[in-house]
Nanobody, 115 residues
Framework: QGQLVESGGGSMQAGGSLRLSCAAS????????MGWYRQAPGKQRELVAS???????VYADNVRDRFAISRDNKKNTWHLQMNSLKSEDTAVYYC?????????WGPGTQVTVSS
């Protein structure tokens, strides 16, 4: 399998914006779905947003009107634009690709939102 690397995390005050990026290499054309997940301390990992190769997008209810997933085809990179950040958005964010043979995860990037 190829490799996924997230970037763009950091610290932000509530109400601010961050854009996460997920760079994929090695197996771009085999990716059926790219998803962004997050895991807060003491909580289970949860799906934030996903994008099918067809362009169909899915969002968690608690981010639907604030976050947007997109793809830069030229750079083999997926983005998660996060606006109107809240303290409850604090978590480690992971991108994960789904192919015919399974799911591949990036190492994650920390997002911390202070109120």
């Amino acid at each position: 399998q190829g490799q996924l690397v997230e970037s763009g995390g950091g610290s932000m005050q509530a109400g601010g914006s961050l854009r996460l990026s997920c760079a994929a290499s090695g197996y771009i054309h085999s990716i059926n779905v790219m998803g962004w997940y997050r895991q807060a301390p003491g909580k289970q990992r949860e799906l934030v947003a996903s994008m099918h190769v067809s362009g169909n997008k899915v969002y968690a209810d608690n981010v639907r009107d604030r976050f947007a997933i997109s793809r830069d085809n030229k750079k083999n990179t997926w983005h998660l634009q996060m606006n109107s950040l809240k303290s409850e958005d604090t978590a480690v964010y992971y991108c994960a690709s789904t192919t015919d043979w399974g799911k591949n995860w990036g190492p994650g990037t920390q997002v911390t939102v202070s109120s």
